[in-house]
């Protein structure tokens, strides 16, 4: 399963322990070691949510849905190459919300 293979390579990115990790969503270390190794899948929406805030990345992420992380982040680097590349060419903010879209698109692959 995606959940328990994506929870366990953030967990290992962010070099947290299994404890830490219970500790911050107070589960305990058997079920976390469960959900890692795709024993368990959450039967708690409000769990999946808890692990994405935690990790900072979306829900469907973790779901294997997408592959992207977090879509606040693509508009973040997307303002970022705007501003350095043609801060002065005046697009309006709809125009500017559509080349977000345009870059969603080509980058990942999603409408």
Known sequence: MVFGERIKKLRIENQWTQ???CEKLKISSGALSRYE????????LDLIKDFANLFGVSTDYLL???DVRNYNDIEKEFRFAYHREIEN???????????????KEIKYGKK
């Open 37 to 44: 190794t795709s024993m368990y899948e959450p039967k708690s």
């Open 64 to 66: 294997g849905k997408t």
């Open 19 to 21: 404890e830490y990790v």
């Open 89 to 103: 060419c005046g697009l309006t903010e709809d125009e500017i919300k559509d080349a977000i879209r345009l870059y």
